[in-house]
């Protein structure tokens, strides 16, 4: 697809931390000129980076923009940084926002692009950052939707949606993305960008499984629309608006993590499938997989909140309590018999007349 990139400079933004999405966020930023730099703790990933342009091991064959840099001093990369964006895991992030706080510009809009939950704290990625970074939740944005680095990095047409309260932020940084292969909307519920993003991890994992246990269309099918009531019962019971979950960051996302090969979820519950434990799956794929820490995090904020997760709870079951999948997908089966207008009716916050 062609692209016409901005030559003049729109400032100077830093990406924290350099794997493949963030990575594919810089180019993006790139392309609609900014000057980006890349922070990693990696020598060699920034050498490759400054010196050969690529970042390989992450998005190999792919040629960064000469206007991307990388830098192992986290003083040296938000240096003059007019906009920081956030793409450490969950599990990293505090750590990443904590070494971050010193440097950064109390006027520099911040972003994050993590899909997950604080596995101990069951903090979203905002809160995580409010706290070490010092500034109120409500200043902060949050980009997802259907989006693999992989196409974001060829340039293939991706629309996502950037979340904030403050709508003059969500509106820069709708403008800081923007562009002809990258079509960005914008929306004020946080919570529910989040949530969603971090959920549909869970059921891509089991889309992962389906495929790998040889099942239908049929199946999939059912997985989409039952996981997708799961992510809008917890999302609102956490204070989303429902009909966020019928947008990008909900249903959008939901399908594009479950039926590609991009995914790194639905690689991992594939293998699942095929009997590989779950250590060697993930010392396999070599990079987060978010959906495994999730599920546990969803297991405890189903519980906390007070919501069925049938779903997350077979996943949890087949991830640390050794149960087969076939076992797990039986159990869903041979649930009590519901009627789905009134379930629809109470996961979408509806009321009938």
């Given at each position: 697809?062609?692209f016409a990139?901005?030559e003049?400079?729109?400032?100077?933004?830093?990406?924290?931390?350099?794997?493949?999405?963030?990575?594919?966020?810089?180019?993006?930023l790139?392309?609609?000129?900014?000057?980006?730099?890349?922070?990693t703790?990696?020598?060699?990933?920034?050498?490759e980076?400054?010196?050969?342009?690529?970042?390989?091991?992450?998005?190999?064959?792919?040629?960064?923009p000469?206007?991307?840099?990388?830098?192992?001093?986290?003083?040296?990369?938000?240096?003059?940084?007019?906009?920081?964006?956030?793409?450490?895991p969950?599990?990293?992030?505090?750590?990443?926002?904590?070494?971050?706080?010193?440097?950064l510009?109390?006027t520099?809009?911040?972003?994050?692009?993590?899909?997950?939950?604080?596995?101990?704290?069951?903090?979203?990625?905002?809160t995580?950052?409010?706290?070490?970074?010092?500034?109120?939740?409500?200043?902060?944005?949050?980009l997802?939707?259907?989006?693999h680095?992989?196409?974001v990095?060829?340039?293939?047409?991706?629309?996502?949606?950037?979340?904030?309260?403050?709508q003059?932020?969500?509106?820069?940084?709708q403008d800081?993305?923007?562009?002809?292969?990258?079509?960005v909307?914008?929306?004020?519920?946080?919570?529910?960008?989040?949530?969603?993003?971090?959920i549909?991890?869970?059921?891509?994992?089991g889309?992962?499984?389906?495929?790998?246990?040889g099942?239908?269309?049929?199946?999939?099918?059912?997985?989409l629309?039952?996981?997708l009531?799961?992510?809008?019962?917890l999302?609102?019971?956490?204070?989303?608006?429902?009909?966020?979950?019928?947008g990008?960051?909900?249903?959008?996302?939901?399908?594009?993590?479950?039926?590609s090969?991009?995914?790194?979820?639905?690689?991992?519950?594939?293998?699942?499938?095929q009997?590989?434990?779950?250590?060697?799956v993930?010392?396999?794929?070599?990079?987060?997989?978010?959906?495994?820490?999730?599920?546990?995090?969803?297991?405890?904020?189903?519980?906390q909140?007070?919501?069925?997760?049938?779903i997350?709870?077979?996943?949890?079951?087949?991830?640390?309590?050794?149960?087969?999948?076939?076992?797990?997908?039986?159990?869903?089966?041979?649930?009590?018999?519901?009627h789905?207008?009134?379930?629809v009716?109470?996961?979408?916050g509806?009321?009938?007349?």
């Amino acid at each position: 697809m062609t692209f016409a990139k901005i030559e003049n400079s729109k400032g100077k933004a830093a990406v924290l931390v350099a794997g493949s999405w963030g990575t594919a966020l810089a180019m993006v930023l790139a392309d609609n000129g900014f000057d980006v730099t890349l922070w990693t703790r990696n020598e060699s990933q920034a050498s490759e980076v400054n010196d050969n342009h690529r970042n390989d091991k992450y998005l190999p064959d792919c040629p960064l923009p000469k206007s991307m840099t990388a830098a192992t001093s986290m003083e040296q990369a938000l240096s003059g940084a007019e906009l920081v964006l956030f793409t450490a895991p969950s599990s990293a992030m505090r750590e990443v926002a904590r070494q971050a706080a010193p440097f950064l510009s109390e006027t520099a809009l911040v972003i994050h692009a993590t899909k997950g939950f604080e596995a101990d704290t069951l903090k979203r990625m905002t809160t995580v950052l409010s706290e070490e970074l010092g500034r109120a939740e409500e200043s902060l944005c949050v980009l997802s939707g259907p989006s693999h680095a992989e196409e974001v990095a060829k340039r293939q047409p991706t629309t996502v949606v950037v979340a904030s309260a403050d709508q003059g932020r969500a509106e820069q940084a709708q403008d800081s993305f923007i562009n002809s292969y990258f079509r960005v909307y914008t929306n004020p519920d946080v919570i529910g960008v989040e949530v969603g993003g971090a959920i549909k991890n869970i059921i891509a994992i089991g889309a992962g499984m389906t495929d790998g246990l040889g099942f239908g269309d049929n199946a999939k099918a059912a997985l989409l629309t039952r996981g997708l009531a799961e992510i809008s019962r917890l999302g609102t019971a956490m204070g989303a608006n429902p009909f966020t979950f019928a947008g990008l960051a909900g249903v959008g996302d939901l399908v594009v993590t479950c039926n590609s090969k991009h995914s790194r979820n639905w690689r991992a519950g594939h293998k699942l499938a095929q009997g590989i434990p779950l250590e060697a799956v993930l010392e396999q794929m070599g990079m987060v997989v978010e959906g495994v820490k999730t599920t546990k995090a969803a297991r405890h904020l189903s519980e906390q909140f007070g919501v069925e997760m049938p779903i997350a709870d077979q996943l949890y079951s087949v991830l640390f309590e050794g149960c087969e999948p076939t076992t797990a997908v039986n159990r869903l089966m041979g649930r009590g018999r519901t009627h789905e207008s009134e379930q629809v009716t109470r996961d979408w916050g509806l009321h009938q007349s």
